[in-house]
């Protein structure tokens, strides 16, 4: 089961690199063989920045960060994509308060990584 990542609505980047993984075999004079890696061997990750939160945003973004443990998934359609993703948590971190208040309350970044998987989902 995936849930939504927490407070789309605050995300102000998502950047997802891409990596084919591929079995190559070189045999000299220009010559080689690519295979896939699996059904699956597009390997993907993903930064997410949050920009202007407050603490109490923040705290919200971590409890469901420490909630997954880095096992359970957040589902999420990247500014590039159509189709919905499943993405594990690699790391964390929370930035210092930024310049800016919203409510006489201090803004904070938060930055995460995420893995794209690949699991079936019902």
Do not use: C, H
């Amino acid at each position: 089961m995936a849930v939504a990542m927490p407070l789309q609505n605050k995300i102000q980047s998502a950047l997802v690199q891409s990596q084919p993984d591929v079995v190559r075999i070189n045999f000299g004079g220009g010559y080689s063989q690519r295979s896939a890696r699996g059904f699956n061997n597009i390997n993907e990750t993903m930064s997410v920045t949050w920009i202007g939160v407050t603490r109490a945003e923040m705290r919200t973004i971590q409890t469901a960060f420490d909630a997954s443990k880095g096992v359970s998934l957040f589902s999420y359609i990247a500014d590039n994509s159509t189709a919905t993703k499943y993405w594990s948590l690699l790391d964390v971190s929370t930035g210092e308060p930024r310049e800016g208040f919203e409510g006489g309350e201090r803004l904070w970044t938060v930055s995460a990584s995420f893995q794209r998987e690949y699991d079936i989902i019902v």
